[in-house]
């Protein structure tokens, strides 16, 4: 690396234009790509898809792709955390589907059991965080790899799932709050509202950075480009309800998205445990001379996974109005696992953001939806998720190397 | 270099209290005898090198004092007072640092973010917060004058060897710690990487700290050490002044010395 002179001298107003870009081409160099081939890759298959089919991009389709990507965002959120740890969840498909069940059944009407939505979404969440606690305990105090924990998870909670659907086959939802999770859409009034708290939210939250740092007199970053991304998210949140608007409006199921991110993003990044996440996935002894308790972290991280299955076995169930034998099944777990590996989140711990899980989800469903937009077969879609995986996991195997290299 | 005593002999007796001392201090695993009575001491301001062969018992006597073993003879005094060390954090929290010879960094984690591991800053709901601890981390590095780290906001896994371990020593002394313990800080550098840690040994212990230096390179040792403890087979050889022995003698204590108790430490 450079042996420029010393700048870590405090008190200098703000990084030049100059000077972000320079150290942004030296991480590029490093092999520190960030998000920048994600985001090339989303506009490539965008383009690809809207030359083949000019439908790809209404809005009609627009609001589906929202919904349908919903649950397995929700789900790559926990897997993230898993992976930052540099563990494997194999079990949250089907704890997904134990959460679908359990809102299920305690919606049944006239039963003794009957709970209102909002308890039974809470009982389920509960009950698969607790699940992933177990299954996190198992990993941290006995040592057991959670490759293995959790696939004895796998195979455990979908006999569950198939025990307990068994005679009926499937379970209908008739409750309202429990459908409307999947299946509610704001006015356009409602849609534009919620855009604007979020971005004075977001505004607000960035200027306290700012003036915490000149408090300190520690460099700030670039004003011109904190301005500019903050216009940037601006603009495709207003860009997502004027479009949405078109149609059927905002989903609340996606704002439920955005909330999730920006609270686990906050989590990871903001505060002391996400900071001891990261620190165990890329050292855990050196993590736990520093004093930090590894085992706790292990069984929180697999109990945020569980959750955040929970959530998205909810959202699921209420896009079907009910749920049956597959839930949790078919392409659910790879679906979710690759979302957070494409959207850039390291197999091998301690590297990735939590919004890599929108930005994996957002690959595959765009991919998917396109494909069978164009009236491919699914063949075709597992062909080509299954190449995204690969590319996606050898970029992240390659920046690692080179990341190595730059340091010695 | 101000308080280390001149004594001529190699058995120096204590004017003043050690900051740290470890009495009879036994360890063993399983079968195997890694310390065996033994005893150490160090005091402010000086560096006390501590030197044997492999297997002589010196991490292990380390990982005692840092708390990640527990003792299984003897007694851990601290400013002369008896105190007792049951985890990393009971020896964190008197004072004492160890600076590993893997250094113990998170490579995916900056430097700031290394220097605070597990003691980060925070408000009441457990929000970090970062500009207290990266202007913290500029003082303490300046305050060390460590200036070839061109950004402390980039990942410790894109810097050199000597400046990983910069940051590690760094880490280390930023907390009011009395004593730092360095094992093997110049292993893996090169020659003007070895100088520049060197010379940050030196200096933590003229800003009045106790520093422990395990090292096998005993050029390195002679060029900053106070006094030397030599451990064989887990037992103590001796104590040295570095002015009043050469390289020789502490090379011929390392491999065939003598194993003995040495008299004058232990105050029984």
């Excluded at chain 1, 001298?9 to 960030?34: C, H, I, N, Q, T």
């Excluded at chain 1, 040592?143 to 696939?151: A, K, Q």
């Excluded at chain 1, 607000?204 to 940037?232: E, F």
């Excluded at chain 1, 929108?358 to 690959?363: E, N, P, R, S, T």
């Amino acid at each position: 690396m450079s042996s420029e002179p010393a700048t870590v001298e405090a008190a200098a107003p703000s990084y030049s234009l100059g000077a972000v870009a320079r150290r942004r081409f030296e991480a590029l160099k490093a092999g520190d790509v960030g998000t920048l081939p994600i985001i090339i890759g989303l506009i490539l298959i965008v383009a690809f898809f809207y030359s083949k089919n000019s439908n790809y991009l209404s809005a009609g389709n627009f609001t589906n792709l929202m919904t349908q990507m919903a649950g397995v965002t929700t789900i790559a959120i926990g897997v993230v955390f898993v992976l930052l740890l540099g563990e494997i969840d194999l079990s949250i498909a089907y704890v997904s589907g134990i959460a679908g069940i359990v809102v299920a059944e305690l919606q049944i009407p006239d039963s003794s059991w009957e709970v209102k939505g909002v308890v039974a979404i809470g009982i389920a969440v509960s009950i698969t965080a607790l699940i992933g606690g177990l299954q996190g305990s198992f990993v941290a105090f006995v040592g057991i790899p959670s490759f293995v924990v959790t696939l004895a998870g796998l195979l455990f909670w979908q006999g569950v799932i198939l025990y307990v659907i068994g005679d009926a086959g499937v379970i209908i939802i008739e409750d309202t709050t429990i459908n409307n999770v999947a299946n509610y859409f704001f006015t356009d009034k409602a849609g534009f509202a919620i855009a604007a708290v979020a971005v004075a939210l977001l505004a607000a939250a960035t200027l306290a950075g700012v003036v915490s740092r000149r408090r300190h007199g520690i460099r700030t970053d670039n004003l011109v480009l904190v301005i500019a991304k903050l216009a940037l998210i601006a603009g495709v949140l207003f860009g997502a309800v004027i479009w949405a608007n078109k149609e059927r409006g905002f989903p609340l199921a996606f704002l439920l998205v955005i909330i999730f991110l920006v609270f686990w993003t906050w989590v990871a990044e903001r505060t002391t445990f996400g900071r001891h996440v990261y620190a165990v996935g890329g050292n855990a002894e050196a993590a736990r001379r520093a004093g930090i308790n590894v085992k706790r972290i292990q069984v929180q991280v697999f109990m945020i996974s569980g959750l955040m299955a929970g959530f998205g076995g909810v959202i699921f169930a209420a896009r079907l109005n009910s749920v049956d034998l597959n839930a949790g099944g078919g392409t659910l777990l790879l679906d979710a696992i690759s979302a957070a590996v494409i959207g850039g989140t390291s197999l091998f711990g301690g590297r990735g953001r939590v919004i890599s899980a929108l930005m994996g989800a957002l690959v595959i469903s765009t991919v998917a939806n396109g494909i069978d937009l164009l009236g491919y077969s699914s063949a075709i879609k597992y062909m080509v998720t299954g190449l995204i995986l690969l590319a996606a996991v050898t970029l992240d195997a390659v920046s690692r190397r080179r990341l190595a290299q730059a340091g010695r | 270099m101000t308080s280390a005593p001149a004594e001529s002999t190699p058995i120096p007796t204590a004017p003043t209290t050690p900051t740290l001392e470890a009495r009879g201090v036994s360890k063993s695993f399983g079968s195997v005898d890694a310390l065996i009575d033994v005893d150490f001491e160090v005091r402010t301001g000086e560096v006390m090198a501590l030197v044997g062969d492999n297997g002589a018992g010196k991490s292990t006597l380390i990982k005692c004092i840092a708390g990640i073993h527990p003792l299984d003879g003897g007694e851990i005094l601290f400013d002369g007072q008896k105190t007792s060390i049951h985890g990393p954090k009971d020896a964190v929290k008197l004072g004492i640092e160890v600076v590993y010879q893997d250094l113990a960094l998170c490579d995916n984690l900056d430097v700031v973010q290394n220097m605070y591991l597990g003691r980060e800053v925070r408000d009441f709901i457990g929000r970090l917060k970062e500009a207290p601890m990266e202007a913290q981390t500029a003082d303490t590095l300046k305050s060390l004058r460590v200036t070839t780290i061109s950004s402390i906001r980039q990942q410790v896994a894109s810097l050199s060897g000597g400046q990983r371990q910069s940051v590690a020593i760094g880490r280390a002394v930023m907390w009011n710690s009395r004593v730092v313990i360095l094992d093997e800080p110049t292993a893996a550098l090169g020659v003007a990487q070895t100088e520049q840690v060197l010379a940050l040994v030196r200096r933590l212990a003229e800003q009045g700290l106790a520093v422990v230096l395990i090292s096998h390179n005993l050029h390195d040792i002679f060029e900053v050490a106070d006094r030397i403890t030599v451990l064989r087979l887990g037992r103590n050889v001796t104590i040295y002044d570095r002015r009043t022995t050469s390289q020789e003698t502490v090379v011929h204590a390392i491999t065939a010395g003598v194993p003995t108790k040495v008299a004058g430490i232990t105050a029984e």
